[in-house]
């Protein structure tokens, strides 16, 4: 998916513009996370001899296309099927966000809306009062963002208090791979766009497991979130009505093997690493701009809503809701 052709202000323009129009409000729009709100399936015998599909998304997804296998790369996945469970999480006093507009968030969602907002809350609940909140995220950031900018911002010293790390980022990479094809028709220049946000992600892990001992000795934890996208599997960028007048609509289906290439890629770090991610991509198939249509392969059923706003591309605060409780659900278990 290319990169919205609009700036930043343009865009906010344009959304004030729908605003006046009286766009209604997201279905089921939440200002916390809760138990209830949980982003993973309804609650069913977990299967150990069963994939990680098979026990989450069983009725997700085209038997004749691929999907995500994380099971490949030997995860521990939560029973909440909102992510992995590589790390015990305890005793966190400080919490600090990277990432990019997901994290950041942006209009028209409430500022108290976002999951990180909404999170935070909800870790304090968690954790006590007191507990410190840092964010270094930003519109528009990639993964060669973390080490140059928000990692020295957020973490330009020693950090005596026990940290978690929460992040969402890729979707920008994702979008300058897409770029690439549609500008060049190069899927091999595409996927070196990938291979280096693939890298990126490696380097950010190394870098926090390297500095562990000496600038963490507290401690710190990780949790990043993979990489989704509005489609419903269906590479149809103009199902989001604004896609056209944003810059990026037609139907592009080879996103589908990009979004998973980098999603494996993400959470096989994850491993690596002892860190851990949750599944975005799986939780939001379903509520894209194709949410309640029974013939596509996430389908979750008529009352299913999307988790979309105007951008296309960012959470409205539905969206948020589920983000922040994956979050939470990883972290608790």
């Given at each position: 998916?290319?990169?919205?052709?609009?700036?930043?202000?343009?865009?906010?323009l344009l959304l004030v513009a729908c605003q006046s129009k009286d766009l209604p409000a997201p279905d089921?729009?939440?200002?916390g996370a809760t138990d209830g709100d949980s982003a993973a399936p309804e609650a069913r015998?977990?299967?150990?001899?069963?994939?990680?599909?098979?026990?989450?998304w069983p009725d997700l997804g085209d038997s004749s296309q691929s999907f995500p296998d994380y099971d490949q790369f030997g995860i521990v996945a939560g029973h909440h099927c909102s992510g992995t469970n590589h790390?015990?999480?305890?005793?966190?006093?400080?919490?600090?966000?990277?990432?990019d507009s997901i994290t950041a968030g942006t209009p028209p969602t409430p500022e108290s809306q976002i999951y990180r907002a909404v999170l935070a809350e909800a870790l304090k609940a968690?954790?006590?009062?007191?507990?410190?909140?840092?964010?270094?995220?930003?519109?528009?950031?990639?993964?060669?963002?973390?080490?140059?900018?928000?990692?020295?911002?957020?973490?330009?010293?020693v950090e005596p208090k026990r940290t978690l790390v929460i992040s969402t980022?890729?979707?920008?990479?994702?979008?300058?791979?897409?770029?690439?094809?549609?500008?060049?028709g190069d899927s091999l220049a595409a996927l070196a766009v990938l291979d280096r946000a693939i890298d990126y992600q490696r380097q950010t892990l190394q870098w926090f497991q390297d500095e562990q001992a000496t600038r963490f000795p507290a401690g710190v934890f990780i949790i990043t979130g993979n990489v989704y996208e509005f489609t419903d599997a269906t590479g149809d960028m103009s199902s989001c009505p604004l896609a056209d007048q944003?810059?990026?609509?037609?139907?592009?289906?080879?996103?589908?093997?990009?979004?998973?290439?980098?999603?494996?890629?993400?959470?096989?770090?994850?491993?690596?690493?002892g860190r851990d991610s949750i599944f975005m991509l799986e939780a939001f198939c379903g509520h894209g701009f194709h949410a309640g249509e029974p013939d596509n392969e996430c389908y979750r059923g008529p009352d299913a809503t999307t988790w979309f706003d105007a951008t296309c591309i960012h959470p409205n605060p539905e969206?948020?809701?589920a983000i922040a409780q994956m979050f939470l659900d990883v972290v608790r278990e």
């Amino acid at each position: 998916m290319p990169a919205p052709s609009l700036s930043l202000p343009a865009l906010l323009l344009l959304l004030v513009a729908c605003q006046s129009k009286d766009l209604p409000a997201p279905d089921g729009a939440t200002d916390g996370a809760t138990d209830g709100d949980s982003a993973a399936p309804e609650a069913r015998p977990w299967d150990d001899d069963a994939t990680l599909r098979e026990n989450c998304w069983p009725d997700l997804g085209d038997s004749s296309q691929s999907f995500p296998d994380y099971d490949q790369f030997g995860i521990v996945a939560g029973h909440h099927c909102s992510g992995t469970n590589h790390q015990d999480i305890s005793g966190i006093e400080k919490v600090v966000f990277l990432g990019d507009s997901i994290t950041a968030g942006t209009p028209p969602t409430p500022e108290s809306q976002i999951y990180r907002a909404v999170l935070a809350e909800a870790l304090k609940a968690e954790f006590g009062a007191d507990l410190e909140v840092a964010d270094c995220s930003a519109f528009g950031a990639r993964t060669d963002d973390y080490l140059p900018t928000q990692i020295p911002e957020c973490f330009p010293g020693v950090e005596p208090k026990r940290t978690l790390v929460i992040s969402t980022m890729g979707g920008n990479d994702t979008f300058a791979a897409a770029q690439e094809v549609l500008e060049t028709g190069d899927s091999l220049a595409a996927l070196a766009v990938l291979d280096r946000a693939i890298d990126y992600q490696r380097q950010t892990l190394q870098w926090f497991q390297d500095e562990q001992a000496t600038r963490f000795p507290a401690g710190v934890f990780i949790i990043t979130g993979n990489v989704y996208e509005f489609t419903d599997a269906t590479g149809d960028m103009s199902s989001c009505p604004l896609a056209d007048q944003l810059g990026f609509g037609g139907t592009i289906p080879e996103l589908r093997a990009g979004y998973i290439y980098i999603n494996e890629a993400f959470v096989r770090l994850s491993v690596e690493f002892g860190r851990d991610s949750i599944f975005m991509l799986e939780a939001f198939c379903g509520h894209g701009f194709h949410a309640g249509e029974p013939d596509n392969e996430c389908y979750r059923g008529p009352d299913a809503t999307t988790w979309f706003d105007a951008t296309c591309i960012h959470p409205n605060p539905e969206g948020h809701a589920a983000i922040a409780q994956m979050f939470l659900d990883v972290v608790r278990e």
